[in-house]
DNA sequence: AGGTTTAACTTGACCACC
DNA sequence: TGGTGGTCAAGTTAAACC
């Protein structure tokens, strides 16, 4: 049920539709392209209240808010934010007036503009500068959400917001992955502020379903947020949020009871009996159970906050979800993304390429996560019978300190059924290690968009993909034997060192233990910083893929025949969500709106075109992509009906473009999505401000370094190759880009055309 | 018809508890 | 110290009332 009181707030859903489309003709008419790229760079809320009437108090208080910030310099550029209905900062009322006092959401947003700007000398980039690494705070070390824009401040200011050894500062310093906003911790298994979480535990679970009132894709930022609840809590589920970890009616009532008996008979510190985890009832209770990697460990750990429900030294705290492996627990602080002094946007102290500290849970890691735990699987399978729990534990602990980056940090999450089931297979030898292998393993797991290539294996594929291929019985042998070694070392691995996983499976490069020399993983793995930043790029174009359902450029696409009119509207889809993109980077928020729109103007058609070889497809010679049903590809003789002065030419520099970019690289997601940010990156020339340039540049060299380190995590040394054929795959996207502009002259039906791509191209 | 009051609801922040 | 739910204040709209 959509509030009525969220539903007078807003604009209509048409008056959105239109200004987030950027469909208005008298806007794009009236100032070209400058406009209506400023449309799309503008966040939702600025474009209705840009173009929309005011039919609310609240929205007309936004619009003072909004204009007053329009007004500002960019890079002074300062949200002052609200609750609903209270009396706006009248824009009379300046700080120097009266005081503004911080409100807790946003404690650090007053801060002079001084403390605003990058800090060279911040803890970030000095550790960063350290290790050699292309982090910044301002450019990528931060949630995709938060630390853009409006909110950097609080991540950039060094004492104030963002000195992590003051611990208040390392409070301020989290973001919320649903809205931007201030975080105050992990909520449901993601860093959140408090409104979301309340939101989060007052919605997750309701059995109807919420309704848009837009388009089902709203921007949710700490102003928007309060817009559409389906977006939001779709938001929420799409960072991570896990509606299994509130507690039920049951869990609340033991709780409830556990409090009153706590109180009553001062039992709080009183060691809880243990329960078996095969008891049916447990599977009613809905938390992750995690399934500790050492008898030991369980002595550490704190006492259930569940009361009376503590596993015991293996399995603990109570149980859950019918979901697969959970990655991270509720219960577990030290699965937490922020310890103190190690939060995302602390300093990278201690955080080296291969730090056994490392805290950050990237999706990459994630996927390596659950890697493990099916090659963990597996292994227990090929074993035939470990006949303990303590031996599995024991088998995982190892397993797990094979990782690199110790990303299970000591546990092993899984629910009650998944460990009933594991330990069933355990028992029972018969099954092939091979049923498991091509299982994507939980119900929560989603592949990795950015996967690199088969041939391309990160840290943990070389474990799957090496369990994959045991097929014959000789390796199946080979492989059992070296398994066995391997577990009945287990014990003393817990004591002494850090086995290596690679020892077993192979090593994170694709390389046969043969080939390891020492240091090699620890020169190319990536650190956390890194990662997260890999983390941010994949946020940031998550979108590019998704389906289109509705809607001129759906039809355009559905259409045998596709004129020069469909491409470009098929076009405008991408430039779009290219813009969309940008916006997701902090580092491209950063930048002033005349940078931001510099960067658009000068790069967009070499995205276009790096994102096109990404989508040709050699065997039927055409594009296709995930935005229509296969069927709808675009064949490459398009170009015959373009502009004859300049068709061939262009589809001949295209064809070599394509043979350019290594194969490998053109499959790779996350290789490309680098490769169009340097290309964005790269267009200063047309930028005014000093500051910009600056900033320009150094992002660019920072994505061209993280794009190389990306590689030489994948190829190791070989990652060389790359590096020496990419200048030469630029310089030809370059001259496609020069020679684009007639490339549809003449051949357009310009009142059918998507003005946007009609900026970039003559058509007339 | 227009203004005021009230009920119902959502949101965000703070707090106690474990 | 961090994550959870409970609670309350503050805001809104729609309906009821005058």
Redesign the pocket.
Known sequence: ?T???????KPSAESVDNAASGSSSARVDSSGLVNEIRCLVASKEEMELDKVAVT???YKMQFARVMETLNEPPEEKVIKEE????LPVSPSSSEDDEPQMN???DPVIHSPPSLRAPVLGSPTSIAAALHNSPLNQGGYGQSPTGCDGENRTSCESPGSAGDATD?EG??RQKTCRVCG?HA??????VIT???????F???ALRPKEFKCPYSEDCDINSVS??FC?KCRLRKCFSVGMKKE???NEEQ?RR?CV??KN??LNNM?NQQRPLQNPHDPSMKNISSPVSVLTSPQMSLHSP?????GLSMGPIVSPPSVTTSAFSLLS?TD?SN?D???GQNRCGPLGGIGHHSSTDSYDSALLLQQRLQLAQARQAAVQSMGSPQSMLQLSQAAAAANRGVTVDPLRGRVMMSIDEYQSLMQMAQSSNLSPMGLNGDQGSPDYKPNVFSPPMNMTSPLNGGSNGLAELGAGHIKHEFDERLKNYLDGAINDELNGSPDLAAVFGNGNGKKDDDIHPGDKLSFQLNTAELRALDNVREAFSGMNETLDSGKQRESFMKNNKTPTDIMNIMDITMRRLVKMSKKLPAFNELSNEGKFALLKGGMVEMLTVRGVTRYDASSNSWKTPVVPDQYNVPVSMFDQLNMDCRDEQKHRFMQFVSALHEDLRKNELAISLIMLIVLFSHRDNVNSPNDRILIDKHHRDYSALLFRYLESLYGEDARKFQEILPRALELLHVISDHSITLFMGTVKTEEAEPLPREFFKTD
């Open positions: 049920m509030s009525p009181r969220a539903s007078a707030e609310s108090r609240q609750r609903p209905g209270l409100t807790p959401e611990p390392r409070r906003d105050t911790g992990y909520n449901f298994n502020c408090e409104s979301c979480k309340a939101f535990r007052r919605n947020r309060r609840q970890w509130i507690l609340l709780r556990c409090r706590s109180r709080a006492p259930s906050r569940h009361g509720p602080s937490s922020s310890p103190p």
